[in-house]
C-alpha cells in the first residue's frame, strides 16, 4: 500500500475516534432516553441497551441501537 | 461594505501568515481595497510577513484605548498603496472581544477585504477572530496532524453564522503527490468534507522572501497559487494551481530525481 493510501486511512481513522468520542456525553443522554421510551412498550433488560454511534464515509452519523426485552408490556386503547 | 474573511488552521506553522499576506497582495493588485488584521495578538508577525515592521506606530490595542484613530494605526504598504495592514502586538488580554469586533466594523466601511490572520489554537483568540467575519479559509498541509486540527476547526466554525467555510492546502509537494507518497489535495478535501479553493505548493521562493521581508516574487508558483484563491474570491472562479506539472514530462522527470 502506498503512503497516501496509508496517510488517508490513518486520517479518516483518527477523525472517527475523534468525532465518536466527543459523542460519549450525547450517548449516555441517549441510552437513558431511550430506556424511558422503550420502557413504555417492553420490558427491557437494562444491560442489553446498546447505543453506538459511528462516522460513516460520507461524514454523517450512522446510530445503532439494540436493546433485549423480556416482554412486551400491555398497552392500554384509548377512544 | 467590505468582505470579511478570516484564515485560520487550528495547527500553527502550516503557512497561515504567509498566506493572509500574500493573498491580501493578490487581491490589492488586482485592483481592490485591502485591510490585513493580525488577530494573533501579542504573537504578531504578519508585519514581519510584509516587511512593515518598522512602520508600526501603532495597533489595535491602542485604537481600543483611545491613543490613537484607526487610520494612525493603518501602515499602508510601501509599494502596494491599496493594502494597510493592522499589527497587534499587545498581550492578548489587552483586546476585547467587542473592541476587536468595533474596530472590523470600521474598517469594512473603508475596504473591500479585510482579511483577519487568526491565531493558531482554538482558544479566546480563535473565537475573537471568527466572530467578526463573514467567511473562514482554513489553511491545512497535507500531513495527518493539519488535517486534523483543520477539521477540529471545521467543527467549531460550524457554529458561526458563516456564509463559507473553505480549505487552503498549502506546501504541497508535487513530486512525491505523482509519487503516491503523500496526500494529494483531492484527498485532504474529501477527509474535510470542504470545497477545496486553494493548492499552493512548496516553494523555496517562500523562505528567500520571508527571510529578507519582502513579497513573494510575482512569478512564484507560490504567488501564482494564490493568484488563484484572489480570483476565487472575486470572481468566484473554482481553478486549482497543479503543484504537480512542474514533475510531468521529460523535464519533470529531471526535477523529480534532482529533489
Given at each position: 500500500?502506498?503512503?497516501?493510501?496509508?496517510g488517508?486511512?490513518?486520517?479518516?481513522?483518527?477523525?472517527l475516534?475523534?468525532?465518536t468520542?466527543a459523542q460519549?456525553d450525547?450517548?449516555?443522554?441517549?441510552r437513558?432516553d431511550l430506556?424511558?421510551?422503550?420502557d413504555?412498550?417492553?420490558?427491557?433488560d437494562?444491560q442489553?441497551l446498546?447505543?453506538?454511534?459511528?462516522v460513516?464515509?460520507?461524514g454523517g452519523?450512522?446510530?445503532?441501537?439494540s436493546?433485549r426485552?423480556?416482554?412486551?408490556?400491555?398497552?392500554?386503547?384509548?377512544? | 461594505?467590505?468582505?470579511?474573511?478570516v484564515?485560520t488552521?487550528?495547527?500553527?506553522?502550516?503557512g497561515?501568515?504567509?498566506?493572509?499576506a500574500?493573498l491580501?497582495?493578490?487581491?490589492?493588485?488586482?485592483?481592490?481595497?485591502?485591510?490585513l488584521?493580525?488577530?494573533?495578538?501579542g504573537?504578531?508577525?504578519?508585519?514581519l510577513?510584509?516587511?512593515?515592521?518598522?512602520?508600526?506606530?501603532?495597533?489595535?490595542?491602542?485604537?481600543e484605548?483611545g491613543?490613537c484613530?484607526?487610520t494612525?494605526?493603518?501602515v499602508v504598504?510601501?509599494?502596494?498603496?491599496?493594502?494597510?495592514?493592522?499589527?497587534?502586538?499587545?498581550?492578548a488580554?489587552?483586546?476585547s472581544?467587542?473592541?476587536?469586533?468595533a474596530?472590523?466594523?470600521a474598517l469594512r466601511?473603508?475596504?473591500?477585504y479585510i482579511?483577519i490572520?487568526?491565531?493558531?489554537g482554538?482558544?479566546?483568540?480563535?473565537?475573537?477572530?471568527?466572530?467578526?467575519?463573514?467567511?473562514?479559509?482554513i489553511?491545512?498541509?497535507?500531513?495527518?496532524?493539519?488535517?486534523?486540527?483543520a477539521?477540529?476547526?471545521?467543527?467549531?466554525l460550524?457554529a458561526?453564522?458563516?456564509r463559507?467555510?473553505?480549505?487552503?492546502?498549502?506546501?504541497?509537494?508535487?513530486?512525491?503527490?505523482?509519487?503516491?507518497?503523500?496526500l494529494g489535495v483531492?484527498?485532504?478535501?474529501s477527509?474535510?468534507?470542504l470545497?477545496?479553493?486553494?493548492?499552493?505548493p512548496e516553494d523555496?521562493?517562500?523562505?528567500r522572501?520571508?527571510?529578507?521581508?519582502?513579497?513573494?516574487?510575482?512569478?512564484?508558483r507560490?504567488?501564482?497559487a494564490?493568484?488563484?484563491?484572489?480570483?476565487?474570491i472575486?470572481?468566484?472562479?473554482?481553478?486549482?494551481?497543479?503543484?504537480?506539472?512542474?514533475y510531468?514530462?521529460?523535464l519533470?522527470?529531471f526535477?523529480k530525481?534532482?529533489?
Amino acid at each position: 500500500m502506498r503512503n497516501a493510501a496509508v496517510g488517508i486511512e490513518r486520517i479518516k481513522k483518527v477523525l472517527l475516534q475523534d468525532k465518536t468520542g466527543a459523542q460519549e456525553d450525547v450517548i449516555a443522554v441517549l441510552r437513558s432516553d431511550l430506556y424511558d421510551v422503550l420502557d413504555s412498550y417492553f420490558e427491557v433488560d437494562p444491560q442489553s441497551l446498546r447505543a453506538e454511534v459511528a462516522v460513516d464515509s460520507f461524514g454523517g452519523y450512522e446510530v445503532k441501537i439494540s436493546a433485549r426485552a423480556f416482554r412486551v408490556r400491555k398497552v392500554g386503547h384509548t377512544g | 461594505m467590505g468582505r470579511c474573511i478570516v484564515v485560520t488552521s487550528g495547527k500553527g506553522g502550516v503557512g497561515k501568515s504567509t498566506i493572509t499576506a500574500t493573498l491580501g497582495v493578490a487581491l490589492a493588485e488586482a485592483g481592490a481595497k485591502v485591510a490585513l488584521v493580525d488577530a494573533d495578538v501579542g504573537l504578531n508577525n504578519l508585519d514581519l510577513v510584509l516587511g512593515v515592521e518598522s512602520a508600526v506606530a501603532y495597533d489595535v490595542s491602542d485604537v481600543e484605548k483611545g491613543r490613537c484613530r484607526l487610520t494612525e494605526a493603518l501602515v499602508v504598504h510601501p509599494f502596494i498603496e491599496n493594502l494597510s495592514l493592522l499589527s497587534s502586538r499587545a498581550l492578548a488580554s489587552g483586546v476585547s472581544q467587542r473592541a476587536f469586533a468595533a474596530v472590523i466594523s470600521a474598517l469594512r466601511r473603508g475596504f473591500d477585504y479585510i482579511l483577519i490572520d487568526c491565531p493558531a489554537g482554538i482558544d479566546e483568540g480563535f473565537h475573537r477572530a471568527v466572530s467578526c467575519a463573514d467567511e473562514a479559509l482554513i489553511v491545512t498541509t497535507p500531513v495527518p496532524a493539519s488535517v486534523r486540527d483543520a477539521d477540529k476547526v471545521s467543527d467549531l466554525l460550524s457554529a458561526y453564522r458563516l456564509r463559507r467555510v473553505e480549505v487552503i492546502v498549502n506546501r504541497v509537494r508535487g513530486d512525491l503527490v505523482l509519487k503516491g507518497e503523500v496526500l494529494g489535495v483531492g484527498d485532504v478535501g474529501s477527509v474535510l468534507r470542504l470545497p477545496v479553493v486553494g493548492s499552493v505548493p512548496e516553494d523555496d521562493e517562500v523562505l528567500r522572501s520571508a527571510t529578507v521581508g519582502k513579497i513573494t516574487d510575482r512569478e512564484s508558483r507560490h504567488y501564482r497559487a494564490i493568484c488563484l484563491i484572489a480570483s476565487h474570491i472575486m470572481l468566484g472562479t473554482s481553478s486549482l494551481y497543479d503543484c504537480t506539472a512542474k514533475y510531468r514530462g521529460i523535464l519533470g522527470l529531471f526535477r523529480k530525481r534532482a529533489r
